[in-house]
């Protein structure tokens, strides 16, 4: 069944993108930089919110920044999200504003900074510190379709895919799109997660259950909330709110649907047996599972 996924001779790649220790990297990520992590200048009171994309980064980052802040939103209200948090990695040559790794020495700490770097390529003192590191984890399934949407709502990006979705999706198992494989960063970050003391959500849990999402955060940063504060940032955390305050293009791409089970509305009967059989595989002696609707 593995054949299944088989990429064509005729896979898309895109200008500029490249393979960095078996990850599948954007030109917006700079090979010379992963090599000398000691550019990023780690603090041990950084605190990462780390992700494969689209699995629900934005939405744990601006619960963690409130949570930070006591639930003082003037900072989160009065300052772009993507000015306020440093993308680590993200050092797009046509876009120093947006550079991770400038806009990462020019904010006060505790920092809060945004990843989707597997464990082998993330740099390894955030590790060896003991950094608060908050993973973010999403059913592969509803990630792939979300990941489709964003590759087609912001083009510059992703080379102007134009590909339909059983492509993309081929592209996805075989780690093809932006940031590698989803079994590979998975597998790798909750193994670290077993054994070190860092924070793993899921996001169909906290679609069940915002306001334990937001206990938990508060409890893993020791920031001790009211019953009254926690429910108001988990209120201003809501889908509803966050896709207001997004509007534009990065609403798109950003705040699309945030549901469980839009994958559904993607795959075929046949790409999901033979996902299923490829995710029973991988993830068989994991013990980790997600809910899929
Ligand atoms: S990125 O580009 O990697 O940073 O994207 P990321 O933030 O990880 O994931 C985007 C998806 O998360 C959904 N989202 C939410 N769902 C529920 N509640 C809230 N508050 C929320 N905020 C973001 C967003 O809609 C994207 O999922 P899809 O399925 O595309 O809607």
Redesign the pocket.
Known sequence: MADYFKLNSDYYEVPGHFTFKDVYLSKYVRKDTLERPELYQIKSDDIFVV????????????LTQLIINKGDPTYSESVNHFDRIP?MEFEPENYPKRNGLTAMQNIESPRLL?S?LPIHVFPPQALQMGCKIIL?A?NPK?TV???Y??YQALPPLFGDYKGDFSNYLKLFVNGKVVFGDWFDFTLGWWKYVEEKNALFLK?ED??RD?RDATVKISEYLNCNLSDEVIDEITER???A???TKFQGVEER???????IG?WKHYFTVAENEAFDEVYNEKMKDSGLSFDWE
């Open positions: 992700s494969f994309p689209k699995s629900g980064t934005t939405w744990v980052l601006e993308f945004k989707h973010v999403r509803d379709a979300s990941y949407n964003f996001y906290m679609k915002p955390c809501s889908f709110r966050m896709k791409a950003f705040m699309r649907k945030g549901a839009d």
